[in-house]
């Protein structure tokens, strides 16, 4: 009796096992950032990423993710501030249009939680990077989400006179939400 | 009835005209500025100032209600006494309507307003960049329409002191008083 009642548990507990999860969800996704000035915060997003991700919700640990952001593509909700960020003291997307992150060991750190330490590459400066995450199956999909902290000299982001930290604060907040489907077959 | 304010009063209504003088040319300034942090370091000393003349305005209400300013001069015309009277109405109503606007104009902007960087306001209206420019077009309408009201209460102040020659001003500034 207790067997039987322990098969279908197992099945409940991970219904997509073995199935592997790549096909990044644009319109379900989303990469923004919490930044403060003078002690503001203000929130922004990348409307443009593209990310080759494979993740099995059975063994999370051997997922593997690259992302790749439009820094153009930013919306930090003036038109004014959007042209200044592209410039060069700050992201100087004429030269670097795009960030890369490219996902290196997941351990998991609880249920459903995990955490990643990746590379990222902004500027052509590459620091290694430890973000925390969720995974959660969610009608049909799986969200990848989750937050951490990224010091924006440490990428030379906002430089010059904006390097005064007074007005706009070093530690800026980033946020991801990835909708990723299963792999079609 | 005294025939003077109060010293809260005048006290008062002398922060809150200095606060004016400062946030109204700072605000004509600033908006111009190409973006820099000096640009958002003066947006926000203009947001604080903002903050605190509405915070000082409610208390100058509420003490102007529990406290009846002396009486305008009985040789005065009566249309110039009800051209006071609305003039000050409207003051007060600018005094805590233009702050409000700028509140609403900045959430609606997507940008918290955050006194002297520590004491966060509600956004009473969330991020809408159409109604953030409608805002900034009601936020600048008022400050013209307070530019002209306070010409007209200067002025009028002026004439009473010079011309007149009554205590109009003086009721409002102690040391003309003490001189006369």
Redesign the interface.
Same mark, same amino acid.
């Given at each position: 009796m207790k067997r039987l009642l322990i098969v279908p548990l197992l099945f409940a507990a991970s219904p997509a096992a073995g199935a592997e999860y790549t096909v990044l969800l644009p319109q379900q996704s989303s990469i923004s950032f919490v930044s403060k000035?003078?002690?503001?915060?203000? @929130?922004g997003s990348f409307r443009k990423f593209t990310a080759q991700i494979s993740v099995d919700p059975a063994k999370p640990e051997t997922g593997k993710a690259r992302i790749e952001i439009d820094l153009a593509s930013i919306d930090t909700?003036?038109a @004014?501030?959007d042209e @200044?960020v592209a410039g060069k003291t700050w992201f100087d997307t004429k030269n670097n249009p795009i960030a890369s992150y490219t996902s290196g060991s997941i351990v998991s750190t609880g249920k459903q939680q995990y955490e990643v330490t990746g590379k990222m590459t902004i500027k052509g400066k590459t620091l290694d990077i430890k973000t925390p995450f969720t995974l959660k199956p969610a009608g049909g999909v799986l969200l990848i989400e989750g937050a951490f902290p990224l010091r924006r000299l440490d990428f030379n982001i906002g430089s010059g006179?904006?390097a005064?930290t007074s007005?706009?604060a070093d530690e800026v907040q980033i946020k991801f939400s990835l909708a990723v489907a299963p792999a079609k077959k | 009835m005294a025939d003077h304010y109060t010293r809260t009063a005048v006290t008062l209504h002398w922060i809150i005209a200095l606060l004016i003088f400062t946030a109204f040319p700072l605000g004509v300034y600033m908006h111009d500025l190409p #973006? =820099?942090?000096d640009k #958002?370091?003066l947006? =926000?000393y203009h947001k604080w100032i903002g903050v605190t003349i509405f915070l000082l305005a409610l208390l100058r209400i509420s003490w102007r209600s529990t406290h009846r300013p002396p009486p305008l001069p009985a040789a005065m015309p009566s249309w110039e006494k009800f051209a006071a009277h609305a003039v000050h109405s409207l003051l007060y109503v600018l005094i805590l309507a233009i702050p409000l606007s700028g509140w609403l104009m900045s959430s609606a %902007?997507? /940008?918290?307003? /955050?006194w002297f960087? /520590?004491l966060?306001l509600p956004d009473l209206v969330s %991020?809408d960049k159409e109604l953030g420019d409608a805002l900034k077009a009601v936020h600048q309408s008022f400050n013209f329409l307070l530019l002209g009201l306070v010409i007209a209460h200067v002025g009028g102040a002026l004439k009473h002191h010079f011309i007149e020659h009554d205590d109009i001003l003086a009721r409002m500034l102690p040391f003309l008083r003490n001189k006369s």
């Open positions: 000035q003078m002690n503001v915060p203000v @929130e909700g003036s @004014e501030a @200044e006179i904006w005064d007005v706009v | #973006l =820099s942090p #958002l370091r947006y =926000s %902007k997507g /940008v918290q307003t /955050v960087g /520590v966060p %991020k």
